[in-house]
């Protein structure tokens, strides 16, 4: 199974400065049609994951532009230009390229 | 997008069954690959399977064979999920998603049910 790695586990933020969350497959994510096939979900306390970006940068609709994903092959990366209050929760990247699919162990935001 | 709404929350004992059903609304559902995936006690993310719009096929990880039983009722836009021999591990909040085959994510997500094993 392809292994997804999120660092940091644990991210503290200060509202209005930015961040910067990766993800790194065990193997490439790059599917035999040429897209690449690598998701973020945000998941708030006490609620169910909410899709934000997929085939690596494409944003959701209400997604604000301030949240932005990028790379390719094996790294990734979701950034966010100033963060906010509700951009608190659990960042999860999942590959959709290979089966099974999978998740990352996530990576944790909150206001320091 | 779709709207997904599942069934409310349990509680089993160890070897015993669960399904956790899932109704659809939108129009998009019936173009819709419905998965599964579960999240236990503050953990990640677990993608359990899914079912094609038809109902057939279904595919799961190898872990998780002869115990997971995947199924779809087009005339009533409901999917469910039965997870039979239940331990202690399966303790989990258990979503239904799903998303169009193009994008290879999941756009709809439901609500989540609590499924808790304990003796």
């Known amino acids: 199974d392809v292994v997804m790695t999120q660092f940091p586990p644990s991210l503290p933020v200060t509202l209005g400065q930015p961040a910067s969350l990766s993800c790194n497959s065990s193997?490439?994510?790059?599917?035999?049609?040429?897209?690449?096939?690598l998701t973020w979900y945000h998941q708030r306390p006490g609620q169910s994951p909410r899709r934000l970006l997929y085939?690596?940068?494409i944003r959701d609709s209400g997604v604000p532009d301030r949240i932005s994903g990028s790379g390719s092959g094996t790294d990734f990366t979701l950034k966010i230009s100033r963060v906010e209050a509700e951009d608190v929760g659990i960042y999860h990247c999942?590959?959709?390229?290979?089966?099974?699919?999978?998740f990352g162990q996530g990576t944790k935001v909150e206001i320091k | 997008q779709v709207q997904l709404v599942q069934s409310e929350s349990e509680v089993k004992v160890p070897g015993a069954s669960v399904t956790v059903s899932c109704k659809a609304s939108?129009?998009?559902?019936?173009?819709?690959?419905m998965h599964w995936v579960r999240q236990a006690p503050g953990g990640g993310l677990d993608w359990l399977g899914l079912?094609?719009?038809?109902?057939?096929?279904?595919l799961h990880p190898k872990k998780f064979k002869g115990r997971l039983i995947l199924t779809r009722d087009t005339t009533t836009s409901t999917v469910s999920m039965k997870l039979s021999g239940l331990t202690s591990e399966d303790t989990a909040i258990y979503y239904c998603?799903?998303?169009?085959?193009?994008?290879?994510?999941?756009?709809?997500w439901g609500q989540g049910t609590l499924i808790t094993v304990s003796s």
């Open positions: 193997q490439s994510l790059v599917y035999s049609d040429g897209n690449t096939y």
């Open positions: 999942m590959q959709g390229a290979h089966w099974p699919w999978t």
């Open positions: 079912i094609s719009p038809s109902g057939d096929p279904t």
């Open positions: 998603a799903g998303g169009p085959v193009a994008t290879r994510s999941l756009d709809s």
């Open positions: 939108g129009y998009a559902f019936i173009t819709y690959y």
């Open positions: 085939l690596v940068s």
